[in-house]
Protein backbone atom coordinates (compact mmCIF):
# COMPACT_ATOMS: atom_id res chain seq x y z
CA UNK A 1 0.00 0.00 0.00
CA UNK A 2 1.54 2.97 -1.17
CA UNK A 3 -1.40 5.26 -0.65
CA UNK A 4 -2.33 8.59 1.69
CA UNK A 5 -6.23 8.04 2.33
CA UNK A 6 -8.19 11.19 3.20
CA UNK A 7 -11.95 11.04 4.03
CA UNK A 8 -14.29 13.11 3.40
CA UNK A 9 -13.48 13.60 0.05
CA UNK A 10 -15.61 16.87 0.22
CA UNK A 11 -17.14 18.46 3.33
CA UNK A 12 -19.85 21.63 3.37
CA UNK A 13 -20.39 22.49 7.00
CA UNK A 14 -22.02 25.77 8.76
CA UNK A 15 -19.87 28.10 10.67
CA UNK A 16 -21.44 26.53 14.30
CA UNK A 17 -20.78 22.90 13.25
CA UNK A 18 -17.76 20.76 14.50
CA UNK A 19 -16.48 17.78 11.90
CA UNK A 20 -13.42 15.90 11.44
CA UNK A 21 -11.41 15.34 8.67
CA UNK A 22 -9.51 11.71 8.57
CA UNK A 23 -6.12 10.62 6.87
CA UNK A 24 -4.63 7.06 7.16
CA UNK A 25 -1.30 5.56 5.70
CA UNK A 26 -0.20 2.37 5.69
CA UNK A 27 3.66 2.49 4.66
CA UNK A 28 5.17 2.72 7.92
CA UNK A 29 5.48 6.61 7.63
CA UNK A 30 6.12 8.09 11.07
CA UNK A 31 6.18 11.44 9.82
CA UNK A 32 2.58 13.19 8.90
CA UNK A 33 1.54 16.41 7.81
CA UNK A 34 -1.78 18.46 7.33
CA UNK A 35 -1.55 21.65 4.66
CA UNK A 36 -4.06 23.61 3.65
CA UNK A 37 -4.52 25.05 -0.22
CA UNK A 38 -6.54 27.73 -1.24
CA UNK A 39 -7.14 27.76 -5.11
CA UNK A 40 -4.16 28.40 -7.41
CA UNK A 41 -1.87 28.29 -4.30
CA UNK A 42 0.82 26.33 -3.27
CA UNK A 43 0.52 24.46 0.16
CA UNK A 44 0.71 25.69 2.99
CA UNK A 45 2.06 23.59 6.18
CA UNK A 46 -0.39 24.01 8.78
CA UNK A 47 0.98 20.50 11.37
CA UNK A 48 3.90 18.11 11.82
CA UNK A 49 3.52 14.90 13.64
CA UNK A 50 6.61 12.85 14.31
CA UNK A 51 5.93 9.47 15.87
CA UNK A 52 2.53 10.88 17.06
CA UNK A 53 3.75 13.87 18.96
CA UNK A 54 2.75 17.16 17.83
CA UNK A 55 6.09 18.62 17.14
CA UNK A 56 5.21 21.67 14.49
CA UNK A 57 2.29 24.15 14.13
CA UNK A 58 2.59 26.98 11.80
CA UNK A 59 0.15 29.47 14.34
CA UNK A 60 -2.73 27.90 13.43
CA UNK A 61 -5.64 29.42 14.92
CA UNK A 62 -6.97 26.84 17.59
CA UNK A 63 -10.43 26.19 15.66
CA UNK A 64 -8.19 23.54 14.03
CA UNK A 65 -7.31 21.11 16.46
CA UNK A 66 -5.40 18.05 15.20
CA UNK A 67 -5.24 14.75 16.69
CA UNK A 68 -2.79 11.49 16.14
CA UNK A 69 -4.22 8.34 17.62
CA UNK A 70 -1.79 5.71 16.38
CA UNK A 71 1.32 6.05 13.70
CA UNK A 72 -1.43 5.00 10.99
CA UNK A 73 -4.18 7.85 11.65
CA UNK A 74 -4.04 11.55 11.40
CA UNK A 75 -7.59 13.57 12.37
CA UNK A 76 -8.35 17.26 11.97
CA UNK A 77 -11.19 18.56 14.44
CA UNK A 78 -12.77 21.38 12.71
CA UNK A 79 -15.07 23.43 14.84
CA UNK A 80 -16.23 27.45 14.96
CA UNK A 81 -14.93 27.58 10.84
CA UNK A 82 -15.23 31.04 8.79
CA UNK A 83 -16.23 30.95 5.12
CA UNK A 84 -12.31 31.77 4.66
CA UNK A 85 -11.67 28.37 6.02
CA UNK A 86 -12.69 27.03 2.65
CA UNK A 87 -9.74 25.21 0.97
CA UNK A 88 -8.58 22.07 -0.02
CA UNK A 89 -6.87 20.00 3.11
CA UNK A 90 -4.17 17.76 2.07
CA UNK A 91 -2.72 15.24 4.51
CA UNK A 92 0.96 13.79 3.32
CA UNK A 93 3.44 11.56 4.78
CA UNK A 94 7.31 10.65 4.72
CA UNK A 95 8.97 8.27 6.32
CA UNK A 96 10.61 10.38 8.69
CA UNK A 97 10.29 14.00 9.60
CA UNK A 98 12.85 16.14 7.55
CA UNK A 99 12.93 12.44 4.83
CA UNK A 100 13.45 13.46 1.51
CA UNK A 101 10.22 12.81 -0.19
CA UNK A 102 6.02 13.25 0.42
CA UNK A 103 3.43 11.31 0.00
CA UNK A 104 0.32 13.35 -0.60
CA UNK A 105 -3.01 12.42 -0.04
CA UNK A 106 -5.90 13.47 -3.13
CA UNK A 107 -7.71 15.95 0.12
CA UNK A 108 -10.58 17.21 1.65
CA UNK A 109 -12.11 19.89 0.02
CA UNK A 110 -13.65 22.18 2.59
CA UNK A 111 -16.27 24.48 1.91
CA UNK A 112 -17.63 26.33 5.31
CA UNK A 113 -21.47 28.31 4.70
CA UNK B 1 13.55 32.15 5.28
CA UNK B 2 13.48 30.32 2.17
CA UNK B 3 12.08 31.86 -1.08
CA UNK B 4 11.13 30.19 -4.52
CA UNK B 5 10.28 31.98 -7.52
CA UNK B 6 8.38 30.41 -10.24
CA UNK B 7 8.30 30.83 -13.97
CA UNK B 8 5.70 30.95 -15.95
CA UNK B 9 2.48 30.73 -14.15
CA UNK B 10 0.88 29.35 -17.06
CA UNK B 11 2.25 27.57 -20.24
CA UNK B 12 0.82 26.37 -23.49
CA UNK B 13 2.05 23.94 -25.59
CA UNK B 14 1.51 21.98 -28.92
CA UNK B 15 0.99 17.88 -27.76
CA UNK B 16 5.07 16.59 -28.83
CA UNK B 17 6.66 19.75 -27.95
CA UNK B 18 8.73 20.16 -24.84
CA UNK B 19 7.78 22.37 -21.96
CA UNK B 20 10.06 23.75 -19.39
CA UNK B 21 9.54 25.50 -16.16
CA UNK B 22 11.95 27.35 -13.80
CA UNK B 23 12.79 27.87 -10.14
CA UNK B 24 15.06 30.05 -8.37
CA UNK B 25 15.56 29.88 -4.45
CA UNK B 26 17.29 32.00 -2.24
CA UNK B 27 18.67 30.28 0.43
CA UNK B 28 22.45 28.43 -0.40
CA UNK B 29 21.96 25.55 2.33
CA UNK B 30 18.72 24.43 0.31
CA UNK B 31 20.08 20.90 -0.64
CA UNK B 32 16.89 19.13 -1.84
CA UNK B 33 14.39 19.85 -4.94
CA UNK B 34 11.23 17.87 -5.66
CA UNK B 35 8.81 18.62 -8.01
CA UNK B 36 4.80 17.96 -7.94
CA UNK B 37 2.59 17.32 -9.75
CA UNK B 38 -1.01 18.50 -9.21
CA UNK B 39 -4.00 17.29 -11.31
CA UNK B 40 -7.79 18.70 -10.72
CA UNK B 41 -9.12 17.70 -7.61
CA UNK B 42 -5.94 15.62 -6.45
CA UNK B 43 -3.15 16.14 -4.38
CA UNK B 44 0.43 17.21 -5.37
CA UNK B 45 2.33 13.80 -6.67
CA UNK B 46 5.77 13.90 -6.65
CA UNK B 47 7.61 13.26 -10.23
CA UNK B 48 10.84 13.80 -9.87
CA UNK B 49 13.37 15.20 -7.46
CA UNK B 50 17.10 16.46 -7.42
CA UNK B 51 19.82 16.34 -4.61
CA UNK B 52 22.31 19.33 -4.45
CA UNK B 53 25.10 17.22 -5.52
CA UNK B 54 23.83 16.02 -8.37
CA UNK B 55 23.59 18.65 -11.45
CA UNK B 56 20.82 16.75 -13.56
CA UNK B 57 18.39 13.34 -13.63
CA UNK B 58 16.43 12.26 -16.25
CA UNK B 59 13.52 9.73 -15.78
CA UNK B 60 11.64 8.94 -19.30
CA UNK B 61 10.21 12.11 -20.21
CA UNK B 62 10.37 14.46 -17.62
CA UNK B 63 14.13 15.61 -16.17
CA UNK B 64 14.96 18.02 -13.76
CA UNK B 65 18.41 20.37 -13.84
CA UNK B 66 20.03 22.36 -10.87
CA UNK B 67 22.09 25.25 -11.24
CA UNK B 68 23.84 25.75 -7.49
CA UNK B 69 25.70 28.68 -8.70
CA UNK B 70 23.08 30.68 -9.82
CA UNK B 71 20.41 29.06 -7.23
CA UNK B 72 18.27 28.00 -9.90
CA UNK B 73 16.42 24.86 -11.17
CA UNK B 74 14.13 23.43 -14.05
CA UNK B 75 12.04 20.84 -14.80
CA UNK B 76 12.09 19.83 -19.07
CA UNK B 77 9.02 17.43 -20.11
CA UNK B 78 9.80 16.34 -23.84
CA UNK B 79 7.30 14.84 -26.23
CA UNK B 80 4.37 16.44 -23.95
CA UNK B 81 1.08 14.50 -24.32
CA UNK B 82 -2.29 15.81 -23.10
CA UNK B 83 -2.45 14.00 -19.56
CA UNK B 84 0.77 16.00 -18.76
CA UNK B 85 -2.02 18.71 -17.96
CA UNK B 86 -1.59 20.15 -14.92
CA UNK B 87 -0.25 22.36 -12.18
CA UNK B 88 3.50 21.74 -11.41
CA UNK B 89 4.80 23.00 -8.33
CA UNK B 90 8.95 23.37 -7.58
CA UNK B 91 9.85 23.20 -4.05
CA UNK B 92 12.70 23.49 -2.37
CA UNK B 93 14.11 22.46 1.67
CA UNK B 94 16.75 21.12 3.65
CA UNK B 95 17.46 18.03 4.49
CA UNK B 96 16.55 17.29 8.15
CA UNK B 97 13.87 20.06 8.74
CA UNK B 98 10.48 19.32 7.08
CA UNK B 99 9.35 22.29 8.02
CA UNK B 100 11.58 24.35 5.38
CA UNK B 101 9.77 22.57 2.45
CA UNK B 102 8.51 25.56 0.45
CA UNK B 103 6.92 25.70 -2.16
CA UNK B 104 7.26 28.01 -5.36
CA UNK B 105 3.52 29.58 -6.59
CA UNK B 106 2.91 26.81 -9.42
CA UNK B 107 2.45 26.69 -13.23
CA UNK B 108 -0.59 25.47 -14.88
CA UNK B 109 0.70 23.58 -18.02
CA UNK B 110 -2.18 22.86 -21.04
CA UNK B 111 -0.78 20.64 -23.48
CA UNK B 112 -3.08 20.91 -27.14
CA UNK B 113 -4.05 18.07 -29.00
Known amino acids: DTEVTQTPKHLVMGMTNKKSLKCEQH?????MYWYKQKAKKPPELMFV???????INESVPSRFSPECPNSSLLNLHLHALQPEDSALYLC????????????FGSGTRLTVV | GENVEQHPSTLSVQEGDSAVIKCTYS??????FPWYKQELGKGPQLIID?????GEKKDQRIAVTLNKTAKHFSLHITETQPEDSAVYFC????????????FGSGTQLTVLP
Open chain 2, 27 to 32: DSASNY
Open chain 1, 27 to 31: MGHRA
Open chain 2, 91 to 102: AASKAGSARQLT
Open chain 2, 50 to 54: IRSNV
Open chain 1, 49 to 55: YSYEKLS
Open chain 1, 92 to 103: ASSRFDGDYGYT
